[in-house]
């Protein structure tokens, strides 16, 4: 964990959740990305679920706290397991599809559980339709914050490794 590589990944797993105290639009917010990024890049796979869910803990204890509070961390912990699958695949097809995976994931289980509630919508089939489309610009928004932030992150780690070679994943020795 003293490693420059580590300082440079944790540097911007920071910066990227502290973005989300700025005002910006509902659900374009670094989380998901940073959840990606975690999984594909923190070797501790501990840490790449503590991280995004310590940030956005922290950021909720500024922000609010909420009852749908479980469902939305168990969304973020998915993603990382989708950042899991990145670990040999970082590259921008792969990056960005986990991305959209992971935001589809988020609006799928978030609105079900918003649904499934029965205080916004009817609990037939017309609200739970009800409940998808009007959550069709929260999509939206992480959709753009995924994809930016992933591009971010993977890009600055990128940079960082093409600039200082030991920011640079160690290669392991064929035998």
């Given at each position: 964990?003293?490693?420059?590589?580590?300082?440079?990944?944790a540097g911007l797993?920071?910066?990227a959740a502290a973005s989300r105290l700025l005002p910006h639009p509902p659900n374009f917010t670094p989380i998901g990305?940073?959840?990606?990024?975690?999984?594909?890049c923190l070797a501790d796979r501990r840490l790449a679920f503590l991280v995004p869910l310590a940030a956005m803990f922290m950021s909720d204890l500024v922000l609010g706290l909420h009852r749908g509070m479980p469902v939305v961390y168990l969304c973020f912990a998915l993603m990382a397991c989708l950042g899991f699958r990145l670990r040999c695949h970082r590259r921008p097809l792969p990056v960005a599809a986990a991305a959209v995976a992971g935001a589809l994931l988020f609006y799928l289980v978030t609105n079900f559980a918003v649904w499934s509630h029965g205080?916004?919508?009817?609990?037939t089939l017309d609200g739970l339709a009800a409940c998808y489309v009007a959550a069709v610009p929260f999509l939206q928004n992480m959709l753009l914050g995924n994809?930016?932030?992933?591009?971010?992150?993977?890009?600055?780690l990128a940079l960082a490794e093409r600039q200082f070679p030991t920011v640079r994943e160690p290669q392991l020795a064929l035998p």
């Amino acid at each position: 964990m003293d490693s420059p590589r580590f300082a440079i990944i944790a540097g911007l797993i920071l910066a990227a959740a502290a973005s989300r105290l700025l005002p910006h639009p509902p659900n374009f917010t670094p989380i998901g990305a940073v959840a990606l990024f975690g999984g594909a890049c923190l070797a501790d796979r501990r840490l790449a679920f503590l991280v995004p869910l310590a940030a956005m803990f922290m950021s909720d204890l500024v922000l609010g706290l909420h009852r749908g509070m479980p469902v939305v961390y168990l969304c973020f912990a998915l993603m990382a397991c989708l950042g899991f699958r990145l670990r040999c695949h970082r590259r921008p097809l792969p990056v960005a599809a986990a991305a959209v995976a992971g935001a589809l994931l988020f609006y799928l289980v978030t609105n079900f559980a918003v649904w499934s509630h029965g205080k916004l919508y009817p609990l037939t089939l017309d609200g739970l339709a009800a409940c998808y489309v009007a959550a069709v610009p929260f999509l939206q928004n992480m959709l753009l914050g995924n994809l930016g932030y992933a591009a971010l992150l993977y890009g600055g780690l990128a940079l960082a490794e093409r600039q200082f070679p030991t920011v640079r994943e160690p290669q392991l020795a064929l035998p």
